[in-house]
């Protein structure tokens, strides 16, 4: 499994951002896909998960200014992050789960996400 990540930048507090993730590499319907984030000197966290029929799941950190997507016929997931505040700033990842795992086993490179004040 290949995951490509992109749309990260510099945004003021109060803006919006979309980020994607391609997928490559295996049927991208067998996979559970998250997107999670980390800053600088914490844990990496989890933001959102798409199942394959389109169940969400947020953190409550961003339940209500983020949206996760998925495209299964491009293999493609999507954040939008709406009403940005500089505690979203991170590297964000997008990660796939085989159905049936019970940790994600694939990541992305990792996209920087910078909200100033």
């Known amino acids: 499994v290949q995951l490509q990540a992109s749309g990260g930048g510099l945004v003021q507090a109060g803006g919006s951002l979309r980020l994607s993730c391609a997928f490559s590499g295996r049927t991208f319907s067998n996979y559970q896909m998250g997107w999670f984030r980390q800053a600088p000197e914490k844990e990496r966290e989890f933001v959102a998960r798409?199942?394959?029929?389109?169940?969400?799941t947020y953190s409550d950190s961003v339940q209500g200014r983020f949206t996760i997507s998925r495209d299964n016929a491009k293999g493609t997931v999507d954040l939008q992050m709406n009403i940005l505040k500089p505690e979203d700033t991170a590297v964000y990842f997008c990660?796939?789960?085989?159905?049936?795992?019970?940790?994600?086993?694939?990541w992305g490179q990792g996209t920087q996400v910078t909200v100033s004040s």
């Open positions: 990660a796939a789960k085989l159905y049936g795992r019970s940790t994600y086993e694939h």
């Open positions: 798409i199942g394959w029929t389109g169940s969400t």
